[in-house]
């Protein structure tokens, strides 16, 4: 097959379909990646507009511009846009776009998810955006601290959209986060062992699973105060049991990590800039993973530095103190890793450095103020005023902005196959830069003078008018820096002539397909035997396109990668793919109508949606079953090997198990507010308790372990040739009777809207009952899928991937009922 024939193959396998229907139907990684930065870059322009409207507010003493209720809502929206509609999926949209091409595989794990993530993040956009047009927007500042969100402070919606749609859109940073720790450890190059990984793609994984244990914590958090203020159930009211300081600990269980979800991915991406910049490799490529992974650890044992004046005990203080500070050492490794690569070769100051000087000088200002802050009598000096929120926008906007800038530059001739023309990039960086730091260093000053944040005015005797005036002004220096920017894009997005395939010279894969690329990525995949392929072998792209490489006959037509070992990148398995649907925008939909039942208070469409997305979700499964087996396939380069479905360890069961990781940081946080709560809050022990009970206790505990001991015997019978359904049945029972068990629990306890206890054991109730209704479904459709012939001793996948949900259950039962049971017989 030449060429040509084998690249028109290709594209009628993998093209998205032409037109309208291609942007709704598109599983395809270029496109969605195209479709998350597009939106997420819009939403960065309504985050801006925001911002200018503050600073017009703030340029002059007793302005009169607009009123505190309006302003409450800017700063809020401003925040929540930036932190949650910008920064997190700018880094989903990138690593979508980016990931396979640089892994050297023609998609993510799971295309259909792709998808769904970015209509869940469009649709919860969405509802924001709503509100904020029609001035019901969020106003309680955007990390939202009860008792000021609580019912009774905020009785409006306004803030219901807030918990609601962030929730919604988190679903998309969860989705990403499962999809890309998968594909960077089973979707790479064959060749391409764990310390050949390009750069970027250490930082994708780290900051994934940073999402997947960061974010449930929120989620949590979020969940428990609109089920305070939709039903009255008690978590954050001092007066019934709650703390209000328990939404705090949640909020910085994330928000603390989240500055290093945001920083990771910037830095990923300044470490595969800088050494093709300077023409060399990158100097410590060990440490800077090593010191990548402290980070990440580091940062979940920091939340508390946000807190330091809750009244914290003083021995806490000197240890989250002393930790924060900490942080600047595996920060400072990578900054001297970067410095010494520049040092080793020979820096050329393309368009992309540029902004790569602007993130040295801004970082490393904003590292210095967040040592000073995190040294606890100074931090009681200035918390809460705008020395705080210009030093979080010194590590934001020069710890991100600056870097994706940079990467935005590096990247744009790959995805439009073009050279820039003019010198606009120029002349905006420097806009960008000097108004960046006059906006906010004028800040730092008047933030030590004593102007606090969020305040909608001041008096002309504070004196604070001519420092103010002079942010202003440069705020709308920068912002015409950053449209310039935009007008750079769109002109060589549409007039700029073609340009080289590899401009930059760079050794990754992503520089060695099409360009721009090609629906497929890679006409055959690559064997990868370096970390920078393309200095190794030169002519690899030329190669790959002759299909010298795996995968390069395309005689079925059927979407297909490959699937490797996790450590040594050893080919394992031959993976199909689902084609172009529909399935997931209406999942989406159906998913958004679920939350907006509960925004707007429509009960009675709650369980109707949810039935919607369980139905949705079993075709969407079923769509993976197969009739029969197929045995070994052929792959190219004389190679055999297994249907990745064919396997117990299928993607399937991988995704599983890091939904699983962060399913279990939501539980764990559960957990941990009812210990919280136990040991901090007023009035416990509650005057009523839950009768506890041996018997339930017993009985539970044996009928969740019986599920899924049954659950393992039945994917060891089916390996054997052995008729599954004698250990699926009695699996099916033993969840039943868990179930009943929780729903017994949920009907015995005392009324959950009059003390936190009962409110606390009730989530934990309804979360075990979720969770053996879902156990329930999931070994329903095995049965059926045992009784229709779609499984054998070799179509074995969903048998594995039952055995860990239902573990996972067992586990979570234990847990609760001791929590429900056994503090009563103690007491
Ligand atoms: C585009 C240039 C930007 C300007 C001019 C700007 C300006 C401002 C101003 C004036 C405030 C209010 C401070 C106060 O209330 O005292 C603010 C708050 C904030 N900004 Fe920005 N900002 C910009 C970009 C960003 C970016 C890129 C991020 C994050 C990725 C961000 C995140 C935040 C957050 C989290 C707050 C706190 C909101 C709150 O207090 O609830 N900003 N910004
Ligand atoms: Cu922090």
Same mark, same amino acid.
């Given at each position: ?14 093209a ?17 990646g195209?479709? +998350?930065?597009f939106?997420a870059?819009?939403?960065f322009? #309504?985050? *801006? ?18 009123d ?5 809502? /800017? %700063?809020t ?14 880094f ?11 892994? *050297?595989?023609r998609?993510?794990?799971f ?13 919860g ?12 927007a969020?106003d ?13 402070h ?6 219901? %959209?807030w ?9 998309s ?26 750069i970027?793609?250490?930082?994708? $994984?780290?900051?994934?699973?940073m ?10 958090g979020?969940?428990?105060l609109? #089920? ?8 954050f009211?001092?007066d ?8 705090q ?12 979800i ?6 990923? #991406?300044?470490?595969?800039v800088?050494?093709?910049m ?6 410590g ?8 992974l ?13 807190? /330091? ?10 240890f989250?103190s002393?930790a924060s ?15 010494g ?23 490393i ?12 009598? /100074? ?11 210009a ?5 934001? /906007? ?16 790959l ?15 420097? $806009? ?6 006059g ?43 950053l ?6 894009i769109i ?5 700029a ?9 760079a050794?990754?894969?992503?520089w ?43 005689? #079925?037509?059927?979407r297909e990668?490959l ?15 689902? *084609? ?7 999942m ?6 679920? +939350? ?11 369980p ?15 769509q993976?079953g ?12 004389g190679?055999?090997?297994p249907l ?31 210990a919280?709560l136990?040991?901090?809050a007023?009035?416990?022990p509650?005057a ?10 017993a ?11 049954a ?8 390996r ?11 699996a099916?029972?033993?969840?039943v009777?868990?179930?009943?068990v ?16 009962a ?15 879902l156990?329930?479904?999931?070994q329903?459709?095995?049965i059926?899928?045992?009784?229709c012939?779609y ?6 996948a ?20 001791l ?9």
């Amino acid at each position: 097959m030449n060429a040509l024939r084998r690249h028109r193959k290709l594209d009628a396998i993998w093209a998205s379909e032409p037109g309208w229907k291609g942007w709704t139907s598109s599983v395809n990684h270029s496109d969605l990646g195209r479709m +998350f930065l597009f939106t997420a870059f819009f939403f960065f322009l #309504v985050g *801006g507009v925001l911002a200018m409207l503050i600073r017009a507010q703030l340029a002059t003493p007793d302005s009169a511009f607009v009123d505190a209720g309006a302003f409450a809502q /800017f %700063f809020t929206m401003h925040g929540t846009i930036m932190m949650f509609l910008f920064a997190i999926p700018t880094f989903e949209g990138l690593a979508i776009y980016l990931l396979p091409k640089m892994l *050297g595989t023609r998609d993510l794990a799971f295309p259909r998810l792709t998808a769904y993530g970015y209509w869940c993040y469009a649709f919860g956009g969405a509802m924001l955006l709503v509100a904020l047009f029609f001035g019901i927007a969020p106003d309680g500042g955007w990390f939202m601290y009860p008792p000021l969100t609580g019912p009774l402070h905020s009785p409006g919606i306004n803030t219901d %959209f807030w918990l609601i749609g962030i929730t919604f859109v988190e679903i998309s940073a969860i989705c990403a986060a499962v999809e890309f720790t998968v594909s960077i450890l089973k979707y790479r190059a064959p060749g391409m062992s764990l310390d050949k990984m390009p750069i970027f793609a250490w930082y994708a $994984l780290v900051t994934s699973l940073m999402i997947l244990t960061g974010f449930p914590p929120l989620i949590l958090g979020s969940v428990l105060l609109e #089920v305070e203020r939709a039903f009255s159930l008690p978590f954050f009211q001092a007066d019934l049991g709650g703390d209000s300081l328990l939404w705090q600990h949640l909020f910085w269980l994330f928000g603390h990590p989240e500055v290093y979800i945001i920083f990771l991915p910037a830095a990923g #991406v300044i470490s595969t800039v800088i050494p093709v910049m300077a023409r060399t490799t990158l100097l410590g490529y060990g440490w800077i993973v090593a010191s990548a992974l402290a980070l990440a650890f580091l940062s979940f044992g920091l939340w508390v530095h946000h807190m /330091f004046t809750t009244g914290i005990p003083h021995m806490g203080l000197a240890f989250f103190s002393a930790a924060s500070t900490l942080v600047a050492v595996p920060t400072g490794v990578q900054v001297f890793a970067w410095i010494g690569t520049m040092w080793k070769g020979r820096p050329e100051l393309h368009m992309p450095m540029l902004h790569i000087l602007g993130f040295f000088v801004t970082f490393i200002i904003g590292g210095l103020t967040g040592v000073m802050v995190a040294v606890v009598p /100074f931090d009681w000096q200035a918390h809460d005023t705008a020395f705080i929120a210009a030093h979080l926008h010194y590590v934001l /906007f020069g710890g991100f902005v600056f870097p994706m800038l940079a990467g935005i530059y590096y990247w744009l001739p790959l995805v439009s196959g073009r050279k820039r023309l003019f010198r606009l990039g120029e002349l905006a960086f420097a $806009l960008i830069f000097v108004g960046f730091h006059g906006t906010f260093l004028a800040m730092h000053w008047v933030g030590l003078l004593g102007q606090r944040r969020r305040i909608e005015t001041y008096d002309a005797e504070t004196g604070w008018g001519v420092i103010n005036f002079i942010s202003s002004v440069s705020s709308f220096v920068m912002a015409i820096g950053l449209a310039m920017v935009l007008v750079d894009i769109i002109i060589h997005s549409f007039v700029a002539v073609r340009g080289p395939r590899n401009p930059w010279r760079a050794g990754t894969l992503e520089w060695a397909g099409m360009s721009p690329p090609a629906a497929y990525n890679f006409a055959s995949l690559p064997m990868v035997g370096a970390r920078a392929p393309l200095y190794d072998t030169p002519d690899l792209s030329n190669r790959l396109a002759k299909g010298e490489g795996y995968l390069g006959a395309p005689d #079925v037509a059927r979407r297909e990668t490959l699937m490797v070992d996790a450590a040594s990148g050893r080919l394992e398995a031959l993976v199909i793919y689902p *084609g172009n649907t529909r399935l997931p925008i209406l999942m989406a939909s159906v998913t958004g109508g679920f +939350f907006l039942s509960i925004l707007l208070k429509l009960f009675w469409l709650t369980p109707l949606a949810l039935a919607g997305v369980a139905a949705l979700a079993l075709v969407w499964v079923w769509q993976l079953g197969a009739r029969d087996d197929q045995g070994p396939q052929k792959v190219g380069r004389g190679t055999l090997l297994p249907l990745a479905n064919e396997s117990d360890r299928s993607p399937g069961w991988w995704g599983s198990t890091f939904l699983l990781m962060a399913n279990a940081t939501f539980f764990g946080s559960l957990l941990f507010g009812y210990a919280f709560l136990w040991t901090v809050a007023p009035g416990w022990p509650p005057a009523q308790w839950l009768a506890p009970s041996w018997v339930e206790l017993a009985f539970g505990i044996g009928a969740a372990l019986v599920a899924a001991l049954a659950q393992h015997l039945s994917a060891r019978r089916n390996r054997a040739g052995t008729p599954p359904m004698i250990a699926l049945a009695p699996a099916l029972l033993a969840t039943v009777a868990t179930a009943v068990v929780f729903g017994v629990l949920l009907l015995r306890l005392p009324p959950p809207d009059g003390h936190a206890y009962a409110a606390t054991l009730m989530i934990l109730s309804v979360y075990g009952l979720t969770h053996a209704l879902l156990v329930l479904l999931m070994q329903g459709f095995l049965i059926l899928q045992v009784q229709c012939g779609y499984t054998s001793p070799r179509r074995r996948a969903g048998f594995a991937v039952v055995a860990l949900w239902s573990d996972y259950l067992a586990a979570i039962t234990v847990l609760i009922l001791l929590a429900a049971h056994l503090p009563g017989m103690i007491a």
